[in-house]
């Protein structure tokens, strides 16, 4: 033990050189297979960008996202989106949530999002799936995209048990004149859409942590209405073109880049004391 014990001081250094490397190389491992998955999930989201071409669609009011009216003027029901319900045999089901957190919702004022409306942590929310009546287009998680990446314009989310009743067959819009919109920042509605999802696997009995297909129910809910726009040629939203990197792979690179300058520098001041003790190996190299 006391061997092991000296060559380990006589050592430290070059093993925490060698540690640094390893980290480093890990850490770059670790960025490229994030970067990689990212990039798989934004195959479709390139292919709608490449594809896009707005001539494409001469429906009357398709046009007034590429002609920048205001959300507070638009017409839903006028940009040609298409509304299908759920397939024969689909059972019907309610599942309600507790909103873990305050989900607040915004105004517009001259270019500044003003809080106008929220809804307190511990609210019950509750969503009703059938066949005949699906989540109506602008309420709730199904929110239509703006000019702003992150932000969505929405109906917000009733409160209660009571399932939202603000469509009626055949009529999936609600139009601004029969319920009020408001912004709503995505990230705030990706949190209360993963509870949903979560909440409905566990009543059917399905586990979502082990569900590969989770993400991708994610990412279709969340951006149902920005497919068919994109599809349609009537707009691209900003928020389906996302980046291949994120934060967090920024943050991996730039450790991974520290431990390489620490390992350098390790193996600077080794070559030094090196050069301090033995000169004549030094001056030989």
């Not at 490449?50 to 494409?56: A, G, I, L, M, R």
């Not at 873990?100 to 799936?129: M, N, W």
């Amino acid at each position: 033990m006391e061997r092991f014990t000296k060559w380990l001081m006589r050592n430290n250094r070059n093993l925490i050189t060698i540690l640094l490397l390893l980290l480093s190389f890990t850490l770059i491992l670790s960025t490229g297979l994030r970067i990689y998955q990212n990039d798989q999930e934004n195959l479709v989201r390139r292919y709608l960008y490449h594809q896009f071409d707005p001539d494409e669609n001469t429906a009357e009011g398709s046009d007034q996202y590429l002609d920048h009216v205001p959300m507070e003027e638009m017409d839903f029901s006028a940009l040609g989106i298409h509304y299908a319900y759920a397939p024969v045999g689909f059972e019907q089901f309610t599942v309600t949530i507790t909103l873990p957190s305050d989900l607040t919702y915004y105004r517009e004022e001259q270019g500044i999002k003003i809080p106008a409306l929220t809804l307190k942590k511990g609210s019950l929310i509750s969503i009703e799936y059938k066949a005949t009546q699906m989540i109506p287009f602008g309420y709730g998680y199904r929110t239509y995209p703006t000019y702003e990446r992150g932000w969505r314009y929405a109906i917000p989310f009733q409160t209660g048990e009571e399932p939202y009743e603000g469509t009626q067959i055949g009529k999936p819009f609600v139009s601004q004149q029969q319920a009020d919109y408001y912004y709503v920042k995505l990230s705030d509605i990706e949190k209360v859409l993963r509870l949903l999802l979560e909440a409905t696997d566990e009543q059917q009995g399905e586990a979502s942590s082990a569900s590969q297909k989770f993400g991708q129910r994610m990412y279709n809910s969340l951006f149902n209405i920005d497919h068919w726009l994109a599809s349609e040629n009537i707009y691209l939203s900003p928020d389906i073109g996302g980046s291949v990197f994120t934060k967090w792979d920024y943050i991996l690179l730039a450790a991974s880049a520290g431990c390489f300058l620490l390992a350098l520098l390790s193996l600077f001041f080794s070559y030094r004391k090196k050069c301090k003790n033995y000169p004549l190996d030094c001056e030989e190299a």
